[in-house]
């Protein structure tokens, strides 16, 4: 079908509060943005990373209303992956937001070994300026921190420095710690993550310098760049760009969630929501650029610059206003796809409740998984850790105890270290148990089972975001020869703790469907046959009974995209020895959700299932399912695509037009990139998790994806123009980069001046 695309772009973040002289005013850009464009129609697939048009419409119709004054936005969302920029290359004075890049650089020096944060400094008030070497120095009275003019001829700590520079948008403390990281230094680092949008050359009341146009600028997209970095970053997100632990971005982080200027970004959006933000004002100029971090999804970046808005409080009414709109359209959509049902809706909303924030994506690596979820655990009056093995590359391998009944069940993830979303689920469970520890269920759980957790069983595959550990062996098909010490280790558990119930937690394949259908399977589940002879078992019939009991608890979430895994016995495998070796095991598989690219949603899923499965197993409830609510699940069925092109006229260089359809896969389905031809021809029979509908258009190929003999080569990266004839001079219509729909260049609208 055919659906309407607006091309828009770009990044989000950092900005706070501290006088600067003002100098001439710059010349005002001639465009609202440099790398987005007003909405307008064109044909697009459904899935192409994009905000609503509607909104982007919002958005710009905002910051009209602010002329002759100048607003920049940038908008990252982490999860998804979709940008957008209005105005976000325009270049501004930086004001305070620069020291967001100055705590930057320190930290990565720290990490570096120049120094410890610990270290001390003496605090002085006179300073050198970088245009003529003349000394300076800085009055309280044009300081948001006047505190430390008490600590000059003192010391103290580089951390205590950084603190007040964010929080207090301290001048004097920036300006002690700029001469400490070096600007050379600040913007090496600012360009090695692509932040050249941002410029530091200096600290704060260099009035030569000021006089020579020698100022710190900044523009949306480059602030947006900085923040980003850190956000992804503390994640373990290896895209951040920065050579620095997720414990140190953690820690930058919470020094910019302590902010005390929230007037902007934080009003826009519910109380008790984190923000992490830096404002930064001089004379008609007022910033914010922060990290949002909305309880059930992945944080979002959002940076608002003004120019030319003499009063304060309609500057800060701007940027609130964008950021309630930025947040009612995030968290809106995320409730619009919610199930109907209120009990699936209430088991979500209490999953929210339990969420583990620090842990946004599917993508982190160990360190980072166990900085957040480590002290929940050590700090936990009912949880236990213990490290019981070690990875080929020696990361500890924790296995998690609560209760002390006499059931023993065991639960163990990321077997394959890329498919976290169970693992994620396991985090909030920790965090529900110790914090429900004395209602019903948790009690119930607490006295009737000994449950034992392995969160990460490959946690060298974790750091590489692959499949298989560090020899590139599988362990899931490590059971009978047990080469690996992965293997081993949960191989010497069985023994050990002789667990009644098992759950082996998996993710498969996105594009998987429900049978023949068009569905892909959310969910699959399986009770792993213990030979191959298809023979019952007790366990066997047990684990049925269980497997029932998750698809009931997980159905109204995700109705009807729920399949039943292939059964058939593999020797090597564990949940299959597993079965074989008397543990009632129930394999569970997180497979793709539509908007769900870091499976935050999945998540909740697993986590409303597996305490339904363990709650019936304590109360024994399990025993009057139904396996009738497993048995009837359809099986996996044959992948989809990710995209079919239908109905078009396929142009080739040289030769005559033919009818043909156009099957294409990402190789990152999740994240929609990496486009890729996988086929051609008459694929009405294919089906697709998005369809393209070119009926009566000329699909025009360039000479880049065919093969020397000029035909389709497949496997090529798919990028095409659709026109309306079959001329090169025809009408262009709409085209695909990258497998994703823009518009054509012709129908571009830029925002113009308001």
Partial sequence: MRVTAVLASLLVLSCAPAPDPVGSPSPRATSATENASAPHAAPAAKHAPRFDEAFVQRLHDRVAREAPGEVSVALIDLGSGRRLGIGDTVRMHAASTMKVPVMLELFRQAEAGRFSLDDSLVVKNEFTSIADGSRYSLSPEDDSDTEIYTWVGGRATLRELIHRMITLSSNLATNILIELADPDSIRTTLAAIGAEGMQVLRGVEDIPAFRRGMNNSTTADGLARVLEAIARCEQGDARSGLELSPTACAEMADILGDQQFTEKTPSGVPAGVRVANKTGWITEIDHDGAIVYPTGRSPYVLVVLTRGIADRKVAARVAGDISRMVWDELTESRTAALPADPVARAALAEHDRYRVDAITAREFNHEGFWRAVGPIIDASPVLEREVVGRSVEGREIYLVRYGNGPTPVLLWSQMHGDESTATMSLADLFRYLTEEADQPLPRRLAERLTIYFVPMLNPDGVERFQRRNAYGIDINRDARMQATPEGRTLKALQERLRPQFGFNLHDQNVRTRVGNSERTAAIA????????????????????????????????????????YDDTFNPRAFGDLMQQWGVSTVLVESGGWKNDPEKQYLRATNFVGIRAALDAIATGAYADADPAAYLSLEENGRAANDLLVRGGTIVLPGRPPFAADLAVNFTDPLELRGARLVDVGDLREY?????????GLYIHVPAEMLDRDGALALGTRVSFIVRGGAGSDSAEVWRVEDGHVVPAPERTVSAGEP
């Fill in 525 to 564: 589940l399986l009770a792993p046959p213990p030979n191959g002879t298809g023979q019952e078992t007790e366990g066997l019939a047990r684990a049925k009974r269980v497997a029932a009991v998750i698809r009931n608890a997980v159905e109204p979430l995700v109705a009807g995209h729920i399949a039943r």
């Fill in 687 to 695: 089906t697709a998790r998005d369809t393209i509908d070119a009926s």
